[in-house]
């Protein structure tokens, strides 16, 4: 498991307004896996079993919203996801974790080959464009090392 919990506690800590979804259980989880229908990668389900999602305010990184991976509210993987498939040709294998003012959106790649690498989806082209992690842990430690 990733030390997700140290870096929230830094992210609390710093000047930055944090906002946690709450954590969500494994049966939570593979709903979501279900709904999506992918697997998601391992370090982000250590993140959603710890947090939820969420993170400083005004750029919260998608989760599952009071442990119910059926709600489909902004700021849920369920509908980031689903909404940019619908409207914006995202592939059946990325799974969104930030959505900003429909502009930008940042993807796992749930993928078999690509291993959980961060993209950055540009969604007037309507596919991926630059990479932005090798994985989520990775992405998720410069999220708050940025912002502390």
């Excluded at 993140?47 to 489909?72: H, R, W, Y």
């Excluded at 991926?128 to 992405?139: Q, R």
Aim: hydrophobic share 30%.
């Amino acid at each position: 498991m990733h030390n997700y919990q140290d870096l929230i506690t830094k992210l609390d800590n710093s000047d930055e307004e944090t906002f946690w979804l709450g954590p969500a259980t494994t049966e939570q989880i593979k709903k979501l896996e279900i709904i999506l229908g992918i697997k998601l990668t391992e370090d982000f389900v250590d993140f959603l079993n710890v947090c939820g999602g969420g993170g400083a305010a005004g750029s919260e990184i998608c989760g599952i919203e009071n442990n119910d991976a059926t709600l489909d509210n902004g700021g849920t993987v369920n509908y980031s996801t689903v909404y940019c498939r619908s409207e914006f040709e995202l592939p059946s294998n990325f799974a969104v974790i930030y959505l900003k003012d429909y502009e930008v959106c940042w993807t796992i790649d749930c993928g078999p080959t690509e291993n959980g690498q961060i993209t950055s989806y540009d969604l007037f082209k309507k596919k991926p464009s630059k990479k932005i992690a090798d994985n989520f842990y990775s992405f998720f430690k410069e999220y708050v090392e940025l912002r502390t």
